[in-house]
C-alpha cells in the first residue's frame, strides 16, 4: 500500500498516472526490444552466413518449378494430311513391395501375367518369370538403391497398348502398377512409310521437329505437398513447340504401292523389296516403300533398300550402255548385230549368257533390238568390238553422267555407285581387270542403288536433266513457311538431244515391240509406257557361298527383279522402280526376272495413278463421277438397253463407257479390274442410278 492509503487518503493522481507511463515505457521498450531481435534475425537468416541455406530450404519447402514440355513438330505428307505426330504415351513400372500383393496372390496369378507379356511382346515367358521374380526378391528384402517400382517393359506404350496391358492379371494400381505418361511420336497412318518417316525424316530432321520446353512456377498450398497451383512469377517461360516438315509423300498413293509391292513379296516368297515413284521434272518423291518379309504373314518396313541396298544392277544398266553408244561412239540403234545362233558366247576370254536366242531364234537384230530383248551378249559383244582400244573413253563417259552424286535424299545418307574402275588401275588390287568392260556392259562389277538406277532413266524423261531427289518439300511454323526445298540439278544434259531421242525410242520398244521383255505385261495399257526390265545375279554373304559367289551350298541363287520406267512415254509425268529381291532354288520352277516379278507391281501403281490422278487424268477421281471415254469396251454388254449392264471383269474404262454411255452415274474404288458392282446387272436405269464399282488385281 502506497503512503497515502495506509494514512487513510485518496491516491495522488499524478502519482498514478506516473506510475502507468512507468508501466507503459517498460512495455514499450520490451517490445521495440523484441522488434529489433526479430529484424535481427530477419537480417541474419537472409544475409548471415546460413542465409542462402535458409532461403534455398523456403524455396523448396514452399514452391515448386516445374518444366512444361512442348510438343515437337509434326510431319505431313504432300495434301497436308498428317503422318506423325506427339501423342500421349505410358512408361509402366511394378511396385512389388506394395501391401496388397501378397506372396500367395503373386505366386497364382505370376504364370498368366508372364503369359500375356509374352503374347503382347514377344519375348518368352521365362523371361518375364525370371525378371518379376528376380525383382519381388529384391524388393521384400530391400536389396539395392531402388529395390522396388523397377520398369518392367521398356520403352513407352501407346494408348491402345497401356489399355490391353491393363487387362492383365495384377496390373492395377492397388499390386503395384505405377502409371507414367510420356510423350510418344503416333504414327497417324500404322505402319506406311513408318521407317522412312521414322529413321529418316523425324530422325535426320531431329533438331528441325525439336520443342522447347518452358518452365512454370507453383507454391504448395499444403505441408504434405499434395497440392499445388501456378503463380504468376518472371521466372515462368512458355514451351515451343517444334517447327512442322511437310513432305512429298501421297500417303494414298503410298498406301497402293505398299499393298501391292507386300502381296509380290508374299506370293513369290521374295525377300525383300523396293518401290519409288517419283515426279519426273520435280524429282519429288510422291511414294517409297521397302519391305522386308521375315516369315510368312511377317512383312516389315524396317531397311531402306532404295537408298542402302547396293549390288549390280544388271540389265537395268543398258540404258547407261546404250547412251554411251549411240551419244558417245556414234551408232545407230538400226545397226545390225549378230548374237550367234546360241544362248552363250565367249567374248573377250569371258563367257556370256543370254536367258534366249534374240532376233525370234536367229539371233540376229540391231542395237534396238537387243535393248528391247535385253541381250547381255549383244551388249557385251558391241561395248567390246566399240571400246575395246580405248576403255578410258567408255569410263570416262559413263562416269561423267552424275549417278555418282545421286547417293542421298537431301539428309538421308544413301550408299551405291561411285564410277566405273578406271583402266589406269589394272595392276592394282581390285582394279580394271579384263572382264570389266564385257561385264559393266551388262550391269556387272559395279554398285548401284535402286535409288541411282531410278534417277537415271527420270533424267532419260526429264529432257536430259538428271536432278535429286526431294523427299522434305517445305519446313513451317505457326502457317509460315521457313525454309522451302526445291531439287538441285546435278548434270542438265546427260547427252544430246538426238541421242536422247534415240534412248527413249528403245526403251519405248522394250512395251511395243512384240519380243519385247516387258511387252506382255505391259500390253493393252490405255497410256503409253517405256522402260526396262532387269535381272541380276545377286552376290551373296560369304557364309552363304558354295562354288562361288552367286551360287550357296545346295546350288541355288538370289535374284534382284527390277522393272523401271516412265509414265506416259510421250509426255513423261512420273517415273518410278519397283524392285525384289527373290531366292531361288536349285531346279525350283519360279518367276525371278524383272518381267515376272516386278513388271505386274509397276502396271498396278501405274493404273492407279492413271485413273486417280487429278493432275494428269482430270476425267477419273477417286469415288468421284467420270466422264464417257473415247472406246468402246472390249466385253460386250449382255443387258438390254435401258438396264443396267454386267461390268464384272471389265477393265475400268471400259466399265466406264458402257455405263456413263447409258447414262449412268459412276463412282470406283480400288485398281484393276471390275470385280463387284453396287447395282445388280439387268436393273432398270433411273434418273439417279449411281452404280459403285470396286476394282481388284
Not at 233 to 241: E, L, Q
Not at 408 to 414: T, V, Y
Not at 481 to 507: D, G, H, Y
Request: with cysteine.
Amino acid at each position: 500500500m502506497t503512503p497515502q492509503n495506509r494514512a487513510g487518503k485518496d491516491p495522488d493522481p499524478r502519482t498514478i498516472k506516473r506510475e502507468i507511463h512507468r508501466r507503459v515505457a517498460f512495455l514499450y521498450l520490451l517490445f521495440g526490444m523484441l522488434c529489433v531481435a526479430i529484424i535481427g534475425q530477419i537480417v541474419l537468416t537472409q544475409i548471415g552466413p546460413n542465409g542462402e541455406g535458409l532461403r534455398n530450404l523456403s524455396e523448396v519447402r514452399c514452391y515448386i518449378t516445374r518444366e512444361v514440355e512442348g510438343s515437337q513438330g509434326n510431319v505431313y505428307d504432300r495434301h497436308g494430311e498428317l503422318l506423325s505426330t506427339d501423342t500421349r504415351g505410358y512408361r509402366l513400372r511394378l511396385d512389388l513391395h506394395a501391401e496388397a500383393l501378397t506372396d500367395e496372390l503373386f505366386a497364382a496369378e505370376l504364370p498368366a501375367l508372364c503369359d500375356s507379356l509374352s503374347a503382347m511382346f514377344g519375348k518368352r515367358p521365362s523371361h518375364y518369370r525370371e525378371l518379376l521374380t528376380a525383382t519381388r526378391r529384391r524388393a521384400l528384402n530391400k536389396e539395392g538403391k531402388s529395390p522396388y517400382n523397377q520398369p518392367f517393359i521398356p520403352g513407352v506404350l501407346n494408348q491402345r497398348e497401356y489399355d490391353r496391358l491393363k487387362s492383365f492379371p495384377l496390373m492395377e494400381r492397388k499390386y503395384g502398377l505405377v502409371v507414367n505418361e510420356a510423350p510418344l511420336r503416333h504414327k497417324v497412318h500404322g505402319s506406311l512409310a513408318s521407317y522412312t518417316i521414322s529413321r529418316g525424316v523425324e530422325r535426320e530432321y531431329a533438331d528441325v521437329l525439336e520443342a522447347t520446353n518452358g518452365v512454370n512456377r507453383f507454391v504448395w498450398l499444403d505441408a504434405r505437398k499434395r497440392h499445388s497451383v501456378p503463380i504468376v512469377d518472371p521466372v515462368n517461360t512458355p514451351a515451343s513447340n517444334g517447327s512442322n516438315i511437310i513432305t512429298t509423300i501421297d500417303i494414298e498413293l503410298q498406301d497402293v504401292v505398299e499393298a501391292a509391292l507386300k502381296r509380290q513379296l508374299e506370293a513369290n516368297r521374295a525377300n525383300d523389296g523396293t518401290a519409288v515413284v517419283v515426279e519426273c521434272s520435280t524429282g519429288e518423291i510422291r511414294a517409297m516403300a521397302n519391305l522386308t518379309r521375315h516369315s510368312e504373314g511377317n512383312v516389315q518396313d524396317d531397311f531402306n533398300y532404295a537408298l542402302q541396298w547396293q549390288g549390280a544392277p544388271g540389265s537395268t544398266f543398258k540404258g547407261v550402255s546404250l547412251m554411251a553408244l549411240v551419244d558417245e561412239a556414234g551408232l545407230s540403234i538400226e545397226k545390225r548385230i549378230d548374237c550367234g545362233p546360241k544362248e552363250s558366247m565367249i567374248i573377250n576370254g569371258t563367257k556370256v549368257t543370254d536367258t534366249h536366242t534374240v532376233g525370234n531364234g536367229t539371233g540376229k537384230t540391231t542395237l534396238k533390238g537387243i535393248f528391247a530383248e535385253s541381250s547381255n551378249i549383244g551388249f557385251a559383244k558391241t561395248v567390246t568390238e566399240t571400246y575395246g582400244e580405248q576403255p578410258e573413253r567408255w569410263v570416262e563417259y559413263i562416269n561423267a553422267i552424275g549417278l555418282d552424286k545421286v547417293r542421298n535424299i537431301q539428309r538421308l545418307k544413301g550408299y551405291g555407285f561411285r564410277g566405273i574402275k578406271h583402266p589406269s588401275t589394272y595392276k592394282e588390287v581390285g582394279g580394271w581387270s579384263r572382264t570389266t568392260l564385257v561385264q559393266t556392259a551388262y550391269g556387272y562389277e559395279m554398285d548401284m542403288t535402286p535409288l541411282q538406277v531410278l534417277m537415271f532413266y527420270n533424267a532419260v524423261a526429264n529432257d536430259g536433266q538428271l536432278i535429286t531427289p526431294v523427299l522434305v518439300r517445305s519446313i513451317e511454323r505457326d502457317g509460315e513457311i521457313l525454309e522451302q526445298f526445291t531439287t538441285e540439278v546435278i548434270n542438265p544434259s546427260i547427252c544430246s538431244p538426238e541421242a536422247l531421242a534415240k534412248v527413249r525410242e528403245c526403251m519405248e520398244a522394250v512395251v511395243s515391240d512384240k519380243l519385247g521383255t516387258a511387252h506382255r505385261q505391259l500390253s493393252g495399257l490405255p497410256f503409253k509406257v517405256a522402260g526396262k526390265t532387269g535381272t541380276a545375279q545377286v552376290m551373296l554373304a560369304k557364309e552363304k557361298r558354295g562354288k562361288t559367289a552367286y551360287i550357296d551350298s545346295e546350288g541355288g541363287k538370289e535374284y534382284l527383279a527390277t522393272f523401271v520406267g516412265y509414265f506416259p512415254a510421250d509426255d513423261p509425268k512420273y517415273t518410278c522402280i519397283v524392285a525384289i529381291k527373290t531366292p531361288k532354288g536349285y531346279g525350283e520352277v519360279k518367276y525371278y526376272t524383272g518381267a515376272g516379278v516386278s513388271l505386274p507391281v509397276f502396271r498396278e501403281i501405274a493404273e492407279y495413278i492413271y485413273y486417280h490422278d487429278p493432275e494428269w487424268h482430270t476425267e477419273a477421281t477417286p469415288m468421284a463421277t467420270a466422264t464417257p471415254m473415247s472406246h468402246k469396251p472390249a466385253k460386250a454388254p449382255q443387258c438390254a438397253e435401258g438396264t443396267v449392264p454386267d461390268v464384272v471383269g471389265m477393265g475400268i474404262r471400259d466399265a466406264l463407257y458402257e455405263l456413263e454411255s447409258r447414262g449412268v452415274a459412276v463412282e470406283f474404288e480400288g485398281t484393276g479390274s471390275v470385280k463387284s458392282q453396287s447395282v445388280e446387272a439387268g436393273k432398270p436405269i433411273e434418273p439417279d442410278t449411281r452404280v459403285k464399282l470396286m476394282l481388284g488385281i
